[in-house]
């Protein structure tokens, strides 16, 4: 399966989930809501940090997410390989097999980007 479809498939399971669990699903968008704007940290930087813990704690649908959004929040594919980097630092050999994860990611999202 591809990045993208794995980003799919994440908010697809979250639809899902919605319907079964509105009052957790529903608490954790709002959770989301409250945490994913401008404040003291920037959006884009909040969504590098989620990448970050993402690779680091080895989920690949959160890494296949989070370099997405990084993308749509301004991130650069620069700033992206950085957070692998500090991931790596603080996760070992582990967090160098969801880096490269990570990093397949950012490569098929920015050519999807590069086409629209």
């Not at 940290?41 to 989070?66: F, M, P, Q, S, Y």
């Not at 594919?77 to 996760?91: T, Y």
């Amino acid at each position: 399966m591809g990045h993208t479809e794995g980003y799919n498939k994440v908010y697809a399971g979250m639809g899902a989930l919605s319907k079964e669990l509105p009052g957790v699903m529903g608490g954790f968008v709002q959770m989301h809501k409250a945490v994913a704007h401008d404040g003291a940290l920037t959006a884009k930087n909040k969504e590098l940090i989620t990448l970050g813990i993402a690779i680091a704690v080895r989920c690949a649908g959160c890494i296949d997410c989070h370099v997405q959004d990084s993308l749509k929040a301004g991130a650069t594919p620069e700033e992206i390989k950085e957070v692998i980097g500090v991931a790596i630092l603080m996760g070992g050999g582990p967090s160098v097999v969801y880096g490269n994860e990570a990093l397949e990611a950012l490569n098929e999202f920015t050519r999807e980007l590069a086409t629209v």
